[in-house]
């Protein structure tokens, strides 16, 4: 069975401040994909990266980098110099093929990190 | 502009009137997916449809009812709503969601949040 866990369930930061929020992931397919979502105030869901399991590069992408470690099964996200714009929730995503065939998404149950300014 | 549209967008219901809660992409996407989302528990798929005519149950699927008769529309429907299907419903689109190929990113209308009293 699928499983994404984030412990953390709130985080709060002072602006400027770097931040992880941890991700955890349990599977039995060797083929399978993550992801992370944002959640701001607004409530809308919007997609940030996606990585698959043959990939274990480090993923940057401006002030937002990515951490995947197969070996302990964490996918963590770092923000480096928060700024108010990032309070949102964060959410951990896992997909791998179920028993129809489907890509089906599997969720962590959310981070919400607050940057105080 | 390539989108998921849900509509309504906000509802304040009776327990027991039949409702719908509509969704549409113009991306041409296959794989659609109905997810709620409640405090601590993430996201939670209630049922997908991997193209026309093809659905099947998510995690949540106890209490709603969907159908794919054209390949833009995914609606989802609540025959006699109860106070616990009060959440918040995201809407979710990709190009396919077949295992075996490139997961395709999932992406999500604004969401649809329902009070059923």
């Known amino acids: 069975a699928q499983k994404v866990t984030q412990a953390q369930t709130e985080i709060s930061v002072v602006e400027k401040e770097d931040v992880t929020l941890d991700c955890v992931y349990e599977?039995?397919?060797?083929?399978?994909?993550l992801f992370w979502y944002k959640q701001p105030p607004s409530g809308e869901l919007v997609f940030l990266i996606r990585?698959?399991?043959?990939?274990?590069q480090n993923e940057i992408s401006g002030r937002y980098s990515w951490n995947f470690q197969k070996s302990t099964s964490s996918f963590n996200f770092t923000i480096t110099a928060s700024q108010v714009v990032d309070s949102a929730v964060y959410f951990c995503?896992?997909?791998?093929?179920?028993?129809?065939?489907?890509?089906?998404?599997?969720f962590g149950t959310g981070t919400r990190l607050t940057v105080i300014p | 502009e390539a989108q998921v549209t849900q509509n309504p967008r906000y509802l304040i219901t009776v327990t027991g009137k039949k409702l719908t809660v509509t969704c549409s992409q113009n991306?041409?996407?296959?794989?659609m997916s109905w997810y709620r989302q409640d405090p601590g528990l993430g996201l939670r798929q209630i049922y997908y449809?991997?193209?026309?005519?093809?659905?099947d149950k998510g995690d949540v699927p106890e209490g709603y009812k969907v159908s794919r008769k054209e390949k833009r529309n995914f609606p989802l429907i609540l025959e006699s709503p109860s106070p616990n299907q009060t959440s918040l419903y995201f809407c979710?689109?990709?190009?396919?969601?077949?295992?075996?190929?490139?997961?395709?990113?999932?992406?999500f209308g604004p969401g649809t949040r329902l009070l059923v009293l």
């Open positions: 991306m041409n996407h296959e794989y």
């Open positions: 449809s991997m193209n026309v005519e093809v659905t």
């Open positions: 979710a689109s990709s190009l396919s969601g077949a295992s075996g190929t490139r997961q395709e990113t999932q992406y």
């Open positions: 599977t039995r397919d060797t083929t399978y994909y």
């Open positions: 995503a896992l997909s791998g093929p179920d028993q129809t065939g489907a890509n089906n998404l599997f």
């Open positions: 990585r698959n399991s043959f990939d274990e």
